[in-house]
């Protein structure tokens, strides 16, 4: 979709900002002032790092354009940018001013401008200065960032020709680093104070694009408002993306696909079929098998039904295995069955000993905590193929926080596990015959092999043979993803659910959360599996509100 073009004229109220040829450069006289804090909110919170690395499916320069302006012609998110109405000289290499907001979103930014030149004015090194100290997630980034640049920068004589980017062996960063060594004057309206560090990046901006006429300068920037200025000035103004790992959400691998109505036509003399161990087995070849991947469901209504699961693909050819029916009461889990075909494809994957790693995402009531739960009970209670079951979450309340809570870490974490105490009512059904005593047994039995854990002491543990749950994995950055994850040890089940349209972090949106980011990297592997829930089971009430609310 081609972004939307720059207006003509400037809004009546920015009718007394002058267009950029029109001023004469003067020298400015006030020393630059840096600022305390004036960093987007989402980096002090957020700890995404790179999440893209350049190959031939994503390139590296994931930039989306936010001011294109008349120069520019429509740039889609993850492709090369390129001149459109002029030629460039210099082989079409962009200047990009990085302000300091995002080197402290991502460090490792410098190296993800493939071959275009990176700028830093002074005051983002001085404000990265201003930041270094603290054990927070924004100052061990400016941390990381000046021993960067510190290594970069070692015994180089000429600093103003530019340092190569490829230095410290980040082969895709073809482009140098040039640092502001002069001061750049820039005539900028005097409604924006020279004292405040953004308008004096805007100036530097400003001053180079008015040095290099014959290269695109743009400024990258995670403040909204930094970059709506910018285009005000008419300058280019660029979001930092390189940590969305999908630009569209429709995009994202739902871990089942249709075959086509006229697939047994095409195939049935080519499919070989064999049962074992009370399934059966196919094994097809031909142009659907480019399409499948490993662990990814496929079926077919037309014809003659199928419900099968990829177990193996081998070049041009791909072993199907039909499933278990876990809609069916003899095959109940703890007492749920499943309602529709994506959550019977959730509990073949739950059930499944050999897939370590299962995402589910759906909306609310579609029942991915009732599954998960299911199957945690039977197998911890009944085939005792995991010691116990461990529950954690990412506190992030919907409203304001309610404060400090009392109490030990499984007290403090059980207002946040309110959705378990729902679902285990539900499985934990009382029989009448049992009496009192017998469901308060039941009771404790349970609670018993359920540990709630705060993810905030998750650092260096290792679960061994665990029934590991982390709910609302949506509200977790990749970094903090690849923390809970890692902590798997042998035997170890990790499961992850989450909504991404209840996203309540207001540092992530449904491209960067880490529920988005490992779906994409952990498709395609033997022991992972993922599906999208598509049906409410909840209520009619919640289906309709899921629907039109």
Not at 66 to 85: C, D, I, M
Request: proline content about 6%.
């Amino acid at each position: 979709m081609p972004l939307p073009k720059e207006p003509n004229k400037l809004a009546t109220t920015l009718t007394d900002i002058p267009p950029i040829a029109a001023p004469k450069a003067k020298r400015s006289t006030k020393k630059p002032a840096s600022r305390v804090v004036d960093i987007p909110p989402e980096t002090a919170e957020s700890s995404n790092v790179a999440l893209l690395k350049p190959t031939s499916e994503a390139p590296a320069n994931v930039l989306k354009s936010v001011n294109p302006g008349p120069r520019l012609a429509s740039v889609k998110q993850g492709t090369t940018v390129r001149r459109a109405k002029r030629q460039v000289k210099d082989g079409g290499k962009k200047i990009f001013v990085l302000d300091t907001n995002v080197l402290m979103h991502d460090p490792t930014s410098l190296f993800r401008f493939e071959e275009h030149d990176v700028f830093l004015p002074l005051i983002t090194l001085e404000e990265l200065d201003n930041h270094k100290k603290g054990m927070s997630e924004v100052a061990r980034h400016a941390r990381q960032v000046s021993r960067s640049l510190d290594a970069l920068m070692e015994n180089i004589g000429d600093i103003e020709a530019g340092v190569n980017l490829n230095r410290l062996g980040n082969i895709d960063a073809m482009g140098k680093l040039l640092v502001q060594t002069t001061e750049l004057q820039a005539d900028l309206p005097k409604t924006l104070p020279v004292g405040k560090a953004d308008n004096q990046i805007l100036g530097v901006v400003y001053a180079l694009a008015k040095q290099h006429p014959d290269r695109e300068v743009a400024l990258v920037s995670k403040d909204i408002n930094m970059r709506i200025k910018a285009r005000a000035l008419g300058l280019l103004a660029e979001d930092y993306f390189n940590d969305q790992v999908l630009e569209d959400r429709d995009l994202l691998y739902s871990g089942f696909q249709e075959l086509p109505a006229d697939f047994w036509e095409k195939n049935s003399k080519g499919i070989e079929s064999w049962q074992q161990a009370g399934s059966t087995f196919y094994k097809i070849s031909g142009p659907a098998v480019k399409e499948i991947m490993v662990n990814q469901f496929v079926y077919c209504d037309a014809g003659l039904p199928l419900i099968a699961q990829v177990k193996e693909i081998n070049g041009k050819t791909a072993t199907l295995q039909t499933l278990r029916d876990f809609s069916h009461s003899k095959n109940a889990v703890w007492g749920i069955t499943a309602r529709n075909r994506e959550q019977n494809f959730a509990l073949n994957l739950l059930m499944n000993p050999e897939c370590d790693f299962v995402t589910l995402l759906g909306q609310a009531g579609t029942g991915k905590t009732l599954l998960a739960l299911a199957a945690g009970l039977s197998q911890v209670l009944e085939s005792k193929l995991y010691s116990e079951i461990i529950v954690t979450r990412a506190t992030v309340p919907v409203g304001e926080d309610i404060g400090f809570l009392p109490g030990t870490e499984e007290e403090k974490m059980a207002p946040w596990m309110g959705a378990f105490e729902d679902n285990l009512e539900v499985l934990n059904k009382p029989d009448p015959s049992s009496g009192e005593w017998g469901r308060a047994a039941t009771n404790d039995l349970i609670r018993t092999k359920i540990r709630v854990k705060s993810m905030n002491f998750m650092r260096g543990r290792t679960f061994i043979n665990k029934f590991l749950i982390i709910d609302e994995a949506q509200n977790l950055s990749p970094k903090q993803m690849k923390t809970l994850i890692t902590r798997a040890g042998p035997g170890t089940k990790v499961i992850c659910l989450g909504n991404l349209a209840q996203i309540d972090t207001p540092y992530l949106t449904e491209g960067s959360s880490g529920l988005t980011y490992v779906v994409d990297r952990f498709k395609g592997w033997p022991h992972a599996g993922h599906i999208t829930l598509q049906r409410g089971e909840r209520s009619r009430l919640a289906d309709y509100a899921s629907d039109n609310l």
